[in-house]
């Protein structure tokens, strides 16, 4: 069993919660880009999430949830003190950070969660650091002063305009890699985005003219994390591989975009039916 030692909501929409887990074995390997799986209870299902933080001393893990189906949700009620019944990891490998000098790392609504732990450690490692966050509104901004801390230049935009920027993420990735251009800087040698599937897409067209090596996370459209389901099969280079093992980072240019968005409007469509079905591999439900 493992101890909710604190957790607060990120938002005013109280979309997404950040719990604190006490998970010593978890916090001791974890790193930045990995994930981890948990389960509430017996009957529970098995739930992706990407690791936000760790406290090796402490013996803690940070997760950021959003409330996205019945588990997420049901995690969302969950007080601190109590407990949860499963929480393994680090699972994936961890976002590769060697020999970059300068990078930009651009996050989308609840991706800016899995994001900020990547930028936070490049920034912690010397790396210059700008980091793109989008949103649809002001309301589910989340993380300001901790993005601030942990990039070397901020921009937060949202759709309406209505907290920081106007626009997207990829008009600001656009003009900050021209910017760079215009002004002599050293360009960007690597660009991480971490959203929503069309975004990626999106994002990777922008990048791609310049030659900027741009990797993507897909944790969002995996299932149950073991390379057992094939619930998160991605062509990459005209190769089948699954975000949970192989991944879950990935060469942006090399992802077949369209694939991934069929797949996920087809988990999204059977969500309902899903939290329904009991899974022969896992034993438990498909979403969280
Ligand atoms: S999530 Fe099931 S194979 Fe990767």
Avoid: W
């Avoid at 949860?84 to 300068?102: C, H, N, Q, S, Y």
């Avoid at 656009?174 to 971490?194: H, T």
């Avoid at 003219?209 to 969002?220: A, E, F, N, V």
């Avoid at 949970?244 to 090399?254: E, K, S, Y």
């Amino acid at each position: 069993m493992y101890k909710v030692v604190s957790k607060r909501f990120l938002n005013e929409a109280r979309s997404i919660c950040l719990f604190e887990i006490e998970a010593p074995l978890v916090a001791r390997h974890a790193q930045a880009g990995q994930f981890v799986i948990f389960r509430l209870d017996e009957q529970g299902e098995r739930v992706p999430v990407s690791v936000a933080g760790y406290d090796r001393e402490k013996g803690t893990v940070t997760v950021m949830v959003q409330a996205a189906g019945r588990t997420t949700r049901m995690l969302h009620t969950v007080a601190e003190g109590d407990y949860i019944l499963d929480f393994v990891g680090p699972l994936g490998r961890a976002t590769e950070m060697d020999g970059l000098k300068k990078v930009c790392v651009v996050g989308g609504g609840v991706g800016c969660a899995i994001a900020y732990p990547i930028a936070k450690e490049m920034h912690a490692r010397g790396i210059d650091v700008t980091f793109i966050g989008g949103f649809r509104s002001a309301d589910i901004v989340i993380l300001k002063e901790e993005l601030k801390e942990a990039s070397d230049r901020l921009i937060i935009c949202t759709d309406d305009g209505s907290y920081g920027e106007k626009g997207f993420t990829t008009v600001f990735l656009k003009q900050e890699i021209e910017r760079n251009i215009n002004e002599g800087l050293p360009q960007f040698d690597r660009v991480i985005a971490i959203g929503p599937d069309i975004m990626m897409k999106f994002l990777a067209e922008v990048t791609r003219p310049y030659g900027i090596r741009t990797i993507i996370s897909l944790d969002p459209i995996m299932v149950d994390g073991t390379g057992m389901c094939g619930g998160c099969r991605v062509i990459v280079g005209g190769e089948t591989k699954f975000a949970c093992v192989d991944g879950p980072d990935f060469d942006a240019h090399q992802v077949d975009f369209d694939l991934l968005i069929k797949r996920a409007a087809f988990y999204k469509d059977e969500q309902d039916a899903a939290a329904q079905h009991i899974c022969q591999i896992t034993g438990g439900t498909r979403h969280g």
